[in-house]
Each structure stands twice: as structure tokens, then as C-alpha cells.
């Protein structure tokens, strides 16, 4: 279980950071070291990269699939980037509550700081952004996945500088440096585990029932 008797709050894991900076292979091995750390799968309008599975990947939809859900009021956050609709269904994080599990969201900043605004009572949500150790490295590990255009390269790297300016509402920064992914992912997981210990100014009822102390 994630909660202890001196919290009772499960996190919701924020992890933003520009497109190509190795976001997927940080958060792929953060979730293998810690079991009770469910990444929320979310829904978008982008096609299929080769190798994606809908409902593994993402809830792959259609423009009007996504805007009937945005009206039926399912997405905890919906943005778009670069002409597509992506979203965090409320689902998942019920699911991840039931499950007694932290959830992790690997979202862009605007999604990010729309979160950040909610109250998510029970939970309560940490925003990390990862970044890489320069731009340069950015741009290179970009073009080396070869999975977009020039022009759609040239446009991820514009909205990177767009959301590098946005750190500042973010509680943590971990730099990912290259070919160190598994640095990141713990450095991460250090993060969490300092946050599942914060102290709830609310002294739980099973704190207060197993020390016999008294909020008063
Ligand atoms: P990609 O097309 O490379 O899979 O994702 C593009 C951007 O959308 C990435 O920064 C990714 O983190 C972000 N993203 C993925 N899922 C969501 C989501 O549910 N909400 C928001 N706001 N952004 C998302």
C-alpha cells in the first residue's frame, strides 16, 4: 500500500518534459522499479507510431470520438498538441486509487498545469519535469528516433522552448542526462518516496488510533 498511517494520500505523478527528451524510457523503468507505480494510459487523436497498441500505448480515437468525451466530461485534463487532442481519463486514477497504487502521468505542460489547479482529494500531485542536459542533445535524439518530418521535427522543438519557459510552476527538475536513463528514473523515485513521507498536517484515524494521540 502506498498510504501509511501518517499520510493518506496517494500522488499523482506529473513527469512533463520536451518531446524527445526521453521522457517514455525514463518513466518505462521508473515503473519497473516500483510496482505500486501505475502509468496512466492516456486517449489521443494522434495516429498509431509504429509498434503502438491502443488501449497499451494510448486510447487511440478520432477527433470527434475525443470531443464527444470532452463534452461527456471524462478527462481530469485535455490539450492539444500539434493539431491533436491528448487527454488523462478520470478512470485512471480511480483505477490507480482502487489499486492502492500512485499513478504516474507522462503529459505536456499545459495538461500538467491544469492538474496542478485541481483538487484531487484523496490524492495529491507532484509535478516533475525532466529535462535533457542541453538542447543540442535534444535536437539529436529527436532526429535520431526518425519518427518525425523536418518539419514536424523543427515544430517539436519550438513547442520544447515553449515549455521549457513553463519549469517555474513545476516543483522538481531532474536532468536526464544521455544513455542514463535508469540515473533519472531513480533520481525520480527518490523524489517519491521523500513525497509518500510527507506528513499530513490531518492526523490520520489510523495514526491517531494506533499512537493514541489526538488532533487538539
Ligand atoms: P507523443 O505524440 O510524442 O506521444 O506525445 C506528444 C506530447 O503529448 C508529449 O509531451 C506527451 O507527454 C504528451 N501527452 C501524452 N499524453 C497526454 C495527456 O493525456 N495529456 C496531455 N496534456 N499531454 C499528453
Known amino acids: 500500500m502506498v498510504s501509511t498511517p501518517f499520510n493518506n494520500h496517494n500522488l499523482v505523478v506529473v513527469i512533463s518534459g520536451p ?3 526521453g521522457k517514455s524510457t525514463v518513466v518505462k523503468t521508473l515503473c519497473k522499479l516500483d510496482e505500486t ?19 497499451k500505448n494510448y486510447h487511440f480515437m478520432t477527433h470527434t470520438q475525443f470531443e464527444n468525451q470532452i463534452n461527456e ?23 490507480s486509487q482502487q489499486e492502492g497504487k ?8 499545459n495538461g500538467a498545469l491544469q492538474i496542478k489547479k485541481q483538487d484531487l482529494t484523496p490524492a495529491r500531485c507532484i509535478l516533475i519535469f525532466l529535462v535533457p542536459a542541453s538542447f543540442a542533445i535534444l535536437e539529436k535524439r529527436l532526429r535520431s528516433r526518425k519518427t518525425e518530418s523536418e518539419i514536424e521535427l523543427t515544430n517539436r522543438l519550438e513547442i520544447a522552448k515553449t515549455e521549457l519557459k513553463q ?15 535508469k540515473k533519472a528514473a531513480h533520481q525520480i523515485l527518490s523524489i517519491i518516496t ?21 488532533n487538539k
Open 167 to 181: 519549469i517555474k510552476h513545476y516543483n522538481y527538475c531532474v536532468i536526464n542526462p544521455q544513455n542514463q536513463h
Open 73 to 95: 466530461d471524462v478527462f481530469l485534463e485535455w490539450a492539444k498538441y500539434r493539431d491533436n487532442y491528448y487527454g488523462t481519463l478520470k478512470s485512471e486514477i480511480n483505477t
Open 37 to 55: 507505480l501505475r502509468l496512466s494510459i492516456s486517449a489521443t487523436t494522434r495516429t498509431p507510431r509504429p509498434g503502438e497498441v491502443d488501449g
Open 19 to 21: 518531446s524527445g527528451c
Open 194 to 214: 521523500a513525497e509518500r513521507s510527507r506528513i499530513n498536517p490531518e492526523l490520520t484515524p489510523a495514526f491517531v488510533k494506533s499512537f493514541g494521540i489526538h
Open 102 to 109: 500512485d499513478t504516474i502521468l507522462e503529459i505536456e505542460v
